[in-house]
């Protein structure tokens, strides 16, 4: 497990725990972003929750994130 997807265990599903760190991680290096995919697929429900309100909210600064991600077509 990377150290970002690392930071959105913890807690329970009322809190958004340290998600806001990811996506100012995400900022700064925008090639952690396929990391949030892949915790998307975590064990953890809650990292699956935060996984993708981290991507989420970093799509929503730069949609481009989400390019290697889309189906051809």
């Known amino acids: 497990m990377t150290n970002t997807v690392s930071k959105l265990k913890g807690g329970d599903r009322r809190s958004i725990g340290n ?3 990811v996506v100012a991680a995400v900022g ?3 090639g952690l972003f396929k990391d949030r995919v892949g ?7 809650i990292v699956r929750m935060r996984a993708a309100d981290a991507m989420e909210k970093c799509a ?6 989400w390019q ?3 189906r051809p077509g």
């Open 68 to 70: 290697p991600f889309k």
């Open 28 to 30: 700064k290096k925008p």
């Open 39 to 45: 915790g998307l697929f975590d064990p953890n429900p």
């Open 19 to 21: 998600v806001s760190a």
């Open 60 to 65: 929503a600064d730069d949609p481009r994130l």
